[in-house]
């Protein structure tokens, strides 16, 4: 029996659930990438490190783009884009890009 996972591979959704290990998904962005350490800053992933599979780009840039040009968002000090004040609730999940079909 096949178990369903929302990523590429079991390893893939298994690693992402351990806090110890330092790689995530931004659902919003659909990005998959690697923590550095000691600071907040992150390398994105292109190919999955266990099955091997190529990662769907992500979609930061058309977040950006409707941000900025079609909510007339600004950021804030201090604040990440989806903690904007106005950000619609779509948009701080995968929901904007699944229903726009990216």
């Known amino acids: ?3 369903e996972t929302k990523h ?4 893939m959704s298994d ?8 790689i995530g998904y931004s659902a919003a962005y659909r ?3 690697i ?3 000691s600071t ?5 992933m292109f190919y999955c490190p266990w099955c091997g599979v190529k990662l769907p780009k ?7 783009d409707i941000f900025y040009d079609q909510l007339k968002l ?3 000090p201090g604040l990440g884009t989806l903690e904007t004040p106005g950000l619609p609730e779509e948009f701080k999940t995968d929901a904007w890009w699944k229903k726009r079909g990216l």
């Not at 907040?40 to 994105?44: A, C, D, P, R, Y």
């Not at 992500?58 to 950006?64: A, K, N, S, V």
């Open 15 to 22: 690693f992402l659930n351990d806090p110890r290990i330092p």
């Open 74 to 76: 600004n950021l804030k």
């Open 31 to 33: 990005e998959y990438y």
């Open 40 to 44: 907040t800053s992150i390398q994105l």
């Open 1 to 3: 029996m096949k178990i």
């Open 58 to 64: 992500d979609l930061r840039d058309e977040f950006l």
């Open 35 to 37: 923590k550095l350490r």
């Open 8 to 11: 590429c591979c079991q390893l």
